[in-house]
């Protein structure tokens, strides 16, 4: 279980209900009175109650798939779903090179962006290589060519750099090592975020954004080998706080969890932080 049983946050939440129940049954017991014999009865039967109240509390904070916060005017939401059924603008993460090449070496299959290249990209890959190779990126978005590389493009992006392709905004997220692997500090993770909502606040035009949990799967991160989906998503929350980035209504911010990947995410603690993250 992700919550504990004797969680403070649960016993919390069930304070904030029994105050209620407590509150109500005192407004109660001015009219009615209980006689002798059923007091004791009574108190089991109210603990019972507050028992199962308690329980019924956990087990909704170990299930809870689905929080909204708002942070600073923005509404947010953290939920589990498919990133391609939503609306809006769909953040995918590419690396640097804006590669396209989906062979498990460079992309995977089973990645976001080797299953948007496979099987929701509308043009081929090389008409999208073409207009990826065409567009007018800032001038300090290009930060030079590989000519070492032996496989994938050339050209490398700024971190944080963004194309768009109709409902999607590719995103230059991770670096490269020789062998291929995605691969990025936490500085350098941070100053990722920090563009890429920099970024969206150009080009959103009052859409909804959707992203996934940025750096989730593949990509390591040096240094923290330990760090969770859950560190993850509150750095993501955290970067988008301190960022100019503010969706005007009815736009809001989405961030989609997989389903394979909610146990391992307390969301009743991001409920709970709610615009102190």
Do not use: C
């Amino acid at each position: 279980m992700k919550v504990r049983f004797l969680d403070k946050r649960v016993f919390k939440i069930f304070l904030q209900i029994t105050s209620v129940i407590s509150a109500a049954l005192s407004t109660l017991l001015l009219f009615v009175d209980i006689h002798d014999d059923f007091k004791i009865l009574s108190l089991i039967v109210f603990a019972v109650v507050l028992l199962g109240v308690y329980i019924v509390v956990w087990i909704g904070s170990n299930r809870l798939n689905h929080v909204e916060i708002n942070i600073d005017g923005t509404n947010v939401t953290i939920k589990v779903g498919d990133i391609f059924t939503e609306p809006g603008l769909k953040a995918i993460a590419f690396n640097e090179y804006f590669d396209t090449q989906v062979d498990n070496q460079i992309i995977s299959e089973a990645s976001l962006n080797g299953i948007f290249l496979k099987s929701y990209l509308d043009i081929s890959v090389a008409d999208l290589d073409r207009k990826i190779d065409d567009f007018r990126f800032e001038p300090d978005e290009i930060i030079g060519t590989d000519d070492r590389r032996l496989t994938g493009k050339l050209r490398k992006h700024r971190i944080g750099t963004i194309f768009i392709h109709k409902d999607y905004l590719l995103t230059a997220m991770s670096k490269f090592d020789d062998s291929n692997r995605a691969v990025l500090t936490m500085p350098e993770y941070l100053e990722f975020l920090i563009r890429f909502w920099d970024r969206v606040n150009k080009v959103y035009a009052q859409k909804s954004v959707v992203t996934p949990i940025f750096g989730s799967g593949i990509t390591r991160i040096k240094g923290h080998k330990n760090i969770s989906d859950e560190d993850l998503l509150k750095i993501m929350l955290w970067t988008f706080r301190i960022s100019e980035m503010r969706f005007k209504y009815p736009a809001n911010l989405s961030i989609v969890i997989h389903k394979d990947k909610i146990d391992k995410i307390n969301l009743l603690d991001i409920k709970l932080l709610g615009n102190g993250v």
